[in-house]
């Protein structure tokens, strides 16, 4: 099965999630393996993320950088926020390349 992008542990409907800004700037992204018969876990060694309207910033880890919190807080409420090239592993077995991880689009509900 294909992974799937999380934040704050829930997968999105169809990869969708409102939020306010304050919970995302603290939420991990993260990735799991939906109806999968066995416990698999991932971890994101980075993603990118993107205000529709603005530049790209390239994040190493799970959580947002200062770069990109600073860019989410000049955000207006209602914006779309999109995190995509999600990059996971298996835990235990980094050399496994998973299928691409669809991308999250978050709108900022304050």
Same mark, same amino acid.
């Given at each position: 099965?294909?992974?799937?992008?999380?934040? @704050?542990k829930k997968v999105g409907d169809a990869g969708t999630f409102?939020?306010?800004?304050?919970?995302?700037?603290?939420?991990?992204?993260g990735a799991t393996m939906e109806n999968f018969d066995f416990n698999l876990p991932l971890k994101v060694s980075g993603f990118s993320f993107q205000i529709f309207g603005?530049?790209?910033i390239k994040i190493s880890g799970n959580?947002? +950088?200062?770069?990109?919190?600073?860019?989410?807080? @000049?955000?207006?409420?209602?914006?779309?926020?999109s995190i995509f090239?999600?990059?996971?592993?298996?835990?235990? +077995?980094?050399?496994? @390349?998973l299928?691409?991880?669809p991308a999250l689009t978050v709108e900022l509900a304050d």
């Open positions: 099965p294909r992974p799937a992008g999380t934040l @704050r409102k939020m306010p800004r304050k919970s995302l700037e603290k939420a991990k992204v603005k530049p790209t959580k947002l +950088n200062q770069q990109a919190i600073d860019a989410l807080r @000049r955000a207006k409420i209602g914006s779309k926020v090239d999600i990059d996971a592993k298996i835990v235990g +077995n980094s050399d496994y @390349r299928p691409k991880i």
